[in-house]
Each structure stands twice: as structure tokens, then as C-alpha cells.
């Protein structure tokens, strides 16, 4: 009995919890802007990355070797 109660108070915390909070219709929305809209304006740089070659400098928290 106790074990069916369990399931029961689980199943209905769950079913709860679970329940969305967005107003009804929601889904039926359309986008605010066109999807088929393109930004114009790129924000990656022209120009190449830096070298890919290993830090010739210790780390700062690396004590120097002698």
C-alpha cells in the first residue's frame, strides 16, 4: 500500500513539474523576423590566426629552469 502510494505521489509530482509554463498557443506563433533573413555584416576577421607554433616563454605560474 505504501509502495503504490509512492508511485502514485511520483507519478503526479512528475506530471507537474513537467507541465509547461508558456501560455496556450504559444506553438502556433509565428517568428518575429524572416527566417530566410542573412546578416549582412560578417564579424570573423580577415586576416589568418596567429602562429601555431609551441610558447617559447615559461608559463607565469612556472618557476624559470636555470
Excluded: H, K, Y
Excluded at 2 to 17: K, N
Excluded at 24 to 37: C, S, Y
Amino acid at each position: 500500500m505504501r509502495r503504490a502510494l509512492l508511485i502514485v505521489v511520483g507519478v503526479l509530482v512528475g506530471f507537474l513539474a513537467c507541465r509547461t509554463t508558456q501560455p496556450p498557443g504559444t506553438e502556433n506563433r509565428e517568428p518575429l523576423d524572416d527566417p530566410g533573413q542573412r546578416e549582412e555584416i560578417q564579424n570573423v576577421p580577415a586576416e589568418p590566426p596567429g602562429s601555431g607554433g609551441p610558447l617559447t616563454e615559461p608559463d607565469s605560474g612556472t618557476p624559470p629552469s636555470e
